[in-house]
């Protein structure tokens, strides 16, 4: 694995710097060396001579599509995972950039590791980490752990079926296989079992930790309304306090508000610092447009999000 | 411990409209409680947070004078949430309010100088606090000539307009009132402020500068003063900034180390100049 | 005389605690997510969690705190102020990073001028039961922020956890109220030396080399600089930092209003959130990540020094542990210093175009 990433990463570079030189772009956006181990960060590069500075790897959480809006006056290059990818297309459909204004160096992705997966199954803290074939390697002051990197997918990663970048400038990694479509995601499953009071109890709980910092909202490329509902003073819509109602109340009309335009990514539950479990919800109404629209966001590059539109046909049972 | 976060309650006592824009209100508040009357000492310039319950609070700058008594004088420029509710008030209804706050105009520095107030718009409210207060006879003698420069885009738009009848009757102050647009009644002058300034050329001697109204007035405005060789000592301003607090706890109203609830609103400009431009 | 309380007599420690207190301690949410919480049952109690996401300043300055109860009928108004507190309280495990932000927090809500009542009103008579914190994360640095692992100051009693048992000092005259308390016991040397020995362990490993000495004056030309441009650039707008940090303390005050009744409310307020600043004409000071990112920093390490004498860091690590994109603190500190900036070249690119 840490093969084919170098590999990747080499192609990221070199492109990276032959638009910087050819003034293809102004900036490229991609992932550079974290902070601390198991984490990368957003890294924004101009000068062409520094594109050394850019890696990949299976810790390359962040879902960059979220930065296109706040570089929204420069030529962009910036490096996208299949879910990236698709934000991107879901974003061009609501005309957020110009047609030539973005680069897209597609990585065809290998699923990306939950650091705080990692990180609790082992005791102490880990003060060196990196990938050895398949595996993880972890090291902190008394231990060295090897981990099977197959078992700390992202929740989203697990299930995604569209590894490989539908549109890319270029590809900078060979393509992988795709999964076939897991007719329904194990967690949804379990989820969807639940009686309905059941259902709305672990909804409670988990909403119950939000701290309204808006890290979901923000590390969310859909999430880019000038102003959101929830800051809107006239009319006010919400209350800012911890209430539970309040908190629910934001939970479930972001995520519907994402109806038909959420790619699935997970960066929203990434951002959580309460890690809240947010991807349970997204996934789910992400099956039901599948299921009533046949509409998956960000595959087809020229039809709308279903809610978006009207159409003589469009299922109505729900109206009763 | 004193709560400062508790307002005291006052009544409306008279709201009228002030500009045919209908865009400004002024209201006059009395006290309902005389040991809140018997505390409340304020110097021009400055501010109290107004309470609209379930609305919210907002921050207005004194527009009366401590010479007046019994009552406190707001101007409300229809804005936002509180804004608007205060717009709609009727006379007689319950309003908290919590202040005096901020620092307001130094008034002895200014004691035995003379003094050139120019005013723009709609910030005139805490100008006319401290040009009544000056007019008071008690305080009159406090300060030499005293200068007023006052525009407003349209006649319509001047705020206390039988004042400024008043004052222009009055032969212990010069008044200048000016508009950018006359209309067919107006006899007075035509002209933006900074224009009026250079014309009128008070001098700097011995004489200290109040200036209050939009950005755009006092950008130019500025180097008229600086041109008439008042030094950014002896001017003054207020600014505006979005309050919560009002006493310096809350975070964003600063500038620098310094809160304009707290250590301002009011500042000379060559206590500005050693901020940060972040305002 | 150094005092222990063994780990099996907590529970019934907490209980007669709980009688005369509001005890306010870490509780585990989830697998790995604690907060300061009111204590009901001692067992909810988790000293062996990492240091909770949400700071103990909570206990004083509450994310989400009613100010007052209003009733209006026609023209009439009544407000009653909901500033009392009915118990005295205790904080059981804050790590001294916390503690030391408590003091920080004094300075702002007791300091000279106008006095908190909401918080004073929690603050005092709250005795403080400090928690040493024997393993120190890389991304921790609070000597660097005059602070340690280890730092009794502004504990009223400290506990060091030996594993069965714990260390206890009573440091204050409110400490030392507990000395007849029969769950302490007297601590044998061995007991002693394992404790000073952790304590050894501890204060090596806590990072002492971010260079906030000095910041205020080396940040004091550093409005206009470059640096900010680039900065921020990753920084998405959330508020993760400050509110997780411990001394963060800006806050918005709102009215919650049913028809003829409602609250107000002060919340936790970010700076980096653009509504902060912006004002009703729709001017923002503010405008950008650039203005916000700085504001946050400066008031950190420059204003705050200028107005309280230190900087408004204790080194918890929060803000680097929990930020979604990696935004490290140090590095922006490291870049104020000339020794600094040749360690974090690589990483921040202050190209300027």
């Given at each position: 694995m840490e093969e084919r990433s170098k590999a990747i990463q080499d192609r990221i570079r070199e492109k990276a710097r032959e638009l910087l030189l050819n003034k293809t772009v102004d900036l490229i956006i991609g992932f550079g060396e974290g902070s601390f181990p198991l984490r990368t960060t957003p890294r924004f590069i101009?000068?062409?001579?520094?594109?050394?500075r850019l890696i990949w790897n299976?810790?390359?959480?962040?879902?960059?599509?979220?930065y296109l809006h706040k570089f929204n006056k420069f030529k962009v290059g910036i490096v996208v995972k299949g879910c990236d990818a698709r934000s991107v297309i879901a974003l061009s459909l609501e005309k957020r950039?110009?047609?030539?204004?973005l680069f897209l160096m597609g990585v065809p992705c290998q699923r990306m590791v939950d650091r705080r997966k990692v990180k609790r199954a082992v005791k102490g803290e880990i003060l060196r980490a990196f990938e050895q074939g398949d595996q993880i390697v972890v090291e902190g002051e008394e231990f060295k752990t090897i981990l099977k990197?197959?078992?700390?997918?992202?929740p989203s990663c697990?299930?995604?079926?569209?590894?490989?970048?539908?549109?890319?400038?270029?590809?900078?990694g060979d393509p992988v296989e795709e999964s076939p479509?897991?007719?329904?995601h194990p967690e949804i499953q379990e989820f969807a079992k639940k009686s309905a009071e059941e259902r709305w109890k672990y909804f409670e709980k988990e909403s119950?930790?939000?701290?309204?910092?808006y890290a979901c909202r923000e590390a969310?490329?859909?999430?880019?309304?000038?102003?959101?509902f929830v800051d809107?003073?006239?009319?006010?819509?919400?209350?800012?306090?911890?209430?539970p109602s309040d908190l629910e109340f934001y939970h479930i009309v972001r995520a519907y508000h994402q109806?038909?335009?959420?790619?699935?990514?997970?960066a929203c539950e990434r951002a959580c610092p309460m890690e809240i479990r947010l991807t349970y919800l997204t996934q789910k109404l992400n099956r039901d447009v599948k299921e009533l629209f046949n509409y998956e966001t960000?595959?087809?590059?020229k039809t709308l999000p279903p809610l978006s539109t009207y159409d003589m046909e469009d299922k109505q049972d729900f109206i009763k | 411990m004193k709560n400062p976060y508790f307002p005291i309650p006052m009544k409306v006592k008279q709201a009228y409209v002030e500009t045919v824009d209908r865009m400004l209100r002024t209201i006059e508040l009395s006290f309902l409680n005389e040991e809140d009357e018997r505390a409340f000492h304020f110097t021009p310039g400055q501010f109290c947070e107004l309470s609209i319950l379930g609305k919210g609070e907002a921050s207005f700058g004194i527009a009366?004078?401590?010479?007046?008594?019994?009552s406190l004088k707001f101007t409300i420029n229809k804005a936002g949430v509180v804004t608007t509710a205060l717009h709609h008030i009727e006379e007689g209804t319950e309003v908290g309010v919590r202040g005096p706050l901020g620092n307001g105009y130094p008034i002895p520095l200014f004691e035995g100088k003379n003094v050139l107030v120019i005013g723009g718009g709609f910030a005139f409210t805490t100008l006319r606090s401290l040009i009544t207060y000056f007019l008071h006879p008690q305080n009159?003698?406090?300060?030499n000539e005293i200068t007023v420069i006052y525009g407003a885009r349209?006649?319509?738009?001047?705020?206390y307009k039988a004042e400024l009848l008043e004052w222009e009757k009055r032969s212990d102050i010069k008044l200048v009132v000016t508009v950018d647009w006359g209309d067919k009644d107006w006899k007075g002058k035509v002209g933006l402020v900074p224009n009026v300034l250079e014309e009128v050329?008070?001098?700097?001697?011995n004489s200290y500068a109040v200036i209050c109204g939009p950005p755009i007035m006092i950008k130019f405005t500025f180097p008229k003063l600086m041109a008439l060789r008042f030094p950014n000592e002896r001017i003054y301003t207020s600014l505006e900034k979005r309050m919560?607090?009002?006493?310096?706890?809350?975070?964003?109203?600063?500038i620098g180390h310094l809160y304009v609830c707290k250590d301002g609103p009011v500042f000379s400009y060559a206590e500005l100049e050693k901020l940060p431009k972040d305002y | 005389m150094t005092l222990k309380l063994d780990k099996k007599d907590l529970k019934a420690f907490l209980e007669t605690l709980m009688d005369e207190y509001d005890l306010f301690a870490p509780v585990q949410l989830a697998e790995g997510v604690s907060i300061y919480k009111k204590i009901d049952?001692?067992?909810?109690?988790?000293?062996?969690?990492?240091?909770?996401?949400?700071?103990?300043?909570e206990v004083f300055f509450p994310q989400s705190e009613t100010m007052f109860r209003y009733e209006k009928a026609g023209k009439q108004q009544q407000m009653t102020s909901?500033?009392?507190?009915e118990k005295k309280r205790v904080i059981l495990g804050a790590r001294p990073c916390d503690i030391q932000a408590v003091s920080i927090l004094d300075d702002v809500f007791?300091?000279?001028?106008?006095?908190d009542v909401y918080y004073g009103n929690k603050r005092n008579g709250t005795t403080l039961i400090g928690l040493a914190c024997n393993h120190p994360l890389s991304t921790c640095f609070c000597p660097s922020a005059g602070?340690?692992?280890?730092?009794?100051?502004?504990?009223?009693i400290f506990l060091i956890d030996l594993g069965e048992t714990f260390i206890v000092e009573l440091l204050t005259e409110k400490g030392m109220t507990?000395?007849?308390?029969?769950f302490f016991k007297e601590a044998n040397t061995k007991e002693i030396s394992l404790a000073q020995e952790i304590e050894e362990k501890a204060s090596k490993k806590?990072?002492?080399?971010?260079?906030?000495?000095g910041i205020d004056r080396r940040s004091?030309?550093?409005?206009?600089?470059?640096?900010w441009d680039r900065m921020?650039?990753?920084?998405?707008?959330?508020?993760v930092c400050t509110f997780l940090c411990p001394t963060c303390h800006c806050f918005d005050i709102v009215d919650e209003a049913l028809t003829n009744k409602g609250q107000r409310v002060r919340n936790w307020d970010s700076c980096?959130?653009?509504?902060?600043?912006?004002e009703t004409s729709g001017?923002?000071?503010?405008?950008t990540g650039r203005e916000r990112t700085r504001q946050r920093l400066m008031h950190k390490f420059n204003y705050f020094p200028k107005n309280?004498?230190?900087?408004?860091?204790?080194?918890?690590g929060r803000c680097i542990l929990y930020c979604p994109v990696n935004f490290d603190i140090r590095q922006a500190i490291n870049l104020t210093s000339a020794k600094g900036i040749r360690k974090v070249k690589d990483q921040v690119d202050l190209t300027r175009r």
């Open positions: 101009r000068d062409p001579e520094k594109t050394d299976s810790f390359c959480e962040n879902n960059l599509a979220t950039f110009k047609p030539d204004q990197r197959d078992d700390f997918f992202y697990q299930v995604c079926i569209h590894r490989n970048p539908i549109q890319a400038d270029v590809l900078v479509l897991i007719e329904i119950s930790r939000c701290i309204r910092c969310c490329p859909m999430c880019y309304c000038a102003e959101c809107s003073s006239n009319p006010k819509w919400i209350e800012k306090s911890l209430s109806t038909g335009r959420c790619t699935g990514c997970g960000g595959i087809d590059t | 009366s004078s401590p010479t007046e008594n019994n009159r003698s406090k300060v349209m006649p319509g738009l001047l705020l050329a008070p001098s700097s001697e919560k607090c009002g006493i310096g706890k809350c975070g964003r109203c600063n | 049952r001692p067992d909810d109690v988790d000293l062996s969690t990492s240091n909770p996401q949400k700071p103990a300043k909901t500033e009392g507190v007791l300091g000279k001028e106008y006095k602070g340690g692992p280890f730092l009794r100051k502004g504990s009223d507990f000395q007849k308390n029969k806590a990072d002492a080399s971010v260079p906030i000495e004091d030309l550093m409005m206009e600089s470059p640096f921020h650039e990753k920084c998405i707008g959330c508020g980096l959130f653009p509504l902060y600043s912006q001017h923002n000071p503010r405008p309280f004498g230190r900087v408004a860091c204790v080194g918890c």
